[in-house]
């Protein structure tokens, strides 16, 4: 890994920590320890390596502490650098093993990084809904895939009509209501759309009792999912799967927001996708030490 790419992975790094919702203030410091460690990591020769390694991390808190920084700073440097470098290791950016993992555990104030499923992760998860009792497994399928492609809060999900859903010429929307009671239309994309046709057609038919029900997603009562019952339904499909138990609601929006960013979409226009509102970019300029 060169300095150029550790600079590039610290900046997806506080993108998805902006996707999260961290405070400005919170992105900031992270900001300035995480390119301490890139400037550390550029200028020690004797410490340059392919990728970022246990040898390297430790290093750069030897220095720190020979250069007089206090306890805390170092603590609080080190529960940074935990966390990126299980960034880092998730996406096989490190070396086989988490290069931070001698270094003193604390307690983050982010965890989304380490809460990211890869695209086999979310493919296996799939593939598993088939497994359970039709028509529950078509319609387990689209709720998951609909999270996976659109990254629609469970919440939104479990609180969408039948009649939220519209046509037009650029293809399926879904009209729900966000966080603050504001009104947002999400785009369904192709990919997303089959299972949920699938589902409206035949499976869910054949789950709803009485025709005053106009939620989108029902149980096997015919009445409308909980959002406690998305989260039992998707914690089994990952446990039978073999996944871990990381899983959960948040697993898939974080990793639908990695994936739109890893394909060069403006963290902006991610934000508003996600129903978030959008905060300042991220400063540049000279590192504080």
């Known amino acids: ?69 206090a306890h ?14 299980a960034f880092l290791h998730a996406d096989k950016h490190t070396t086989a093993s988490n290069p931070a993992t001698r270094l003193h555990a604390q307690t983050t104030s982010v965890k989304a990084t380490r809460n990211v499923a890869s695209a086999d992760e979310i493919d296996r998860l799939l593939k598993q809904t088939v497994a359970h009792p039709y028509p529950l497994a078509k319609r387990d399928r689209a709720m998951i895939e609909l999270i996976c492609t659109t990254g629609i809060r469970v919440t939104e999900l479990v609180s969408v009509k039948v009649t939220d859903l519209t046509h037009d010429r650029r293809g399926w929307n879904i009209h729900c209501q966000g966080k603050g009671a504001k009104d947002r239309v999400i785009q369904i994309p192709n990919r997303g759309v089959t299972s949920l046709i699938d589902y409206l057609a035949d499976a869910r038919p054949m789950l709803v009792r009485n025709e005053t029900e106009h939620a989108l997603f029902v149980n096997h009562f015919g009445g409308r999912l909980t959002r406690q019952g998305f989260w039992l339904i998707l914690s089994a499909h990952a446990r039978e799967a073999g996944l871990t138990s990381r899983f959960n609601p948040v697993t898939l929006r974080r990793s639908f927001a990695a994936r739109m960013m890893g394909d060069g979409i403006p963290l902006p226009h991610i934000q508003r996708i996600l129903g978030h509102a959008t905060q300042p970019q991220l400063r540049s300029g000279p590192i504080k030490s």
């Open 1 to 69: 890994m060169t300095s150029a790419t550790l600079y590039n992975r610290v900046e997806e790094f506080l993108a998805v920590l902006q996707v999260e919702g961290a405070s400005a203030s919170t992105v900031s410091a992270y900001q300035n320890d995480l390119r301490q460690l890139t400037a550390f990591f550029e200028t020690d020769a004797k410490r340059r390596r392919a990728r970022l390694d246990a040898v390297t991390v430790q290093s750069f808190v030897g220095d720190l502490r020979k250069r007089g920084y």
């Open 72 to 85: 805390a700073s170092i603590a609080r440097k080190s529960s940074v650098i935990r966390s990126f470098s």
